[in-house]
């Protein structure tokens, strides 16, 4: 993953997807793997990696990468290591 990686990476990454094959037009129902289990693994990073609490009500309505990425806003990745 870069550094300063998007919403899509980090989703692909986490579902052990090819990036390329995840946009943020993606429909979170058409990728392999996602579930009630691996959202809420995505929601626990999301919140550790950008240091901020996650409205879930927005998180767990959200249809699409794009969606959820507009839930956790401008990215700015904080200073050191995650917790």
Do not use: C, H, K
């Not at 919403?7 to 579902?15: F, H, M, N, S, T």
């Not at 390329?20 to 289990?37: I, K, P, Y």
């Amino acid at each position: 993953m870069s550094p300063d990686p998007s919403i899509p990476d980090i989703v692909a990454d986490l579902l052990d997807l090819d990036p390329d094959q995840v946009t943020e037009d993606t429909a979170l129902t058409e990728l392999d793997g996602w579930d009630s289990v691996n959202a809420l693994r995505v929601l626990m990073y999301l919140e550790r990696r950008f240091a901020r609490q996650l409205d879930y009500e927005r998180f767990t309505t959200a249809t699409t990468v794009g969606e959820l990425a507009a839930v956790v806003g401008p990215v700015r990745v904080p200073e050191g290591p995650l917790r």
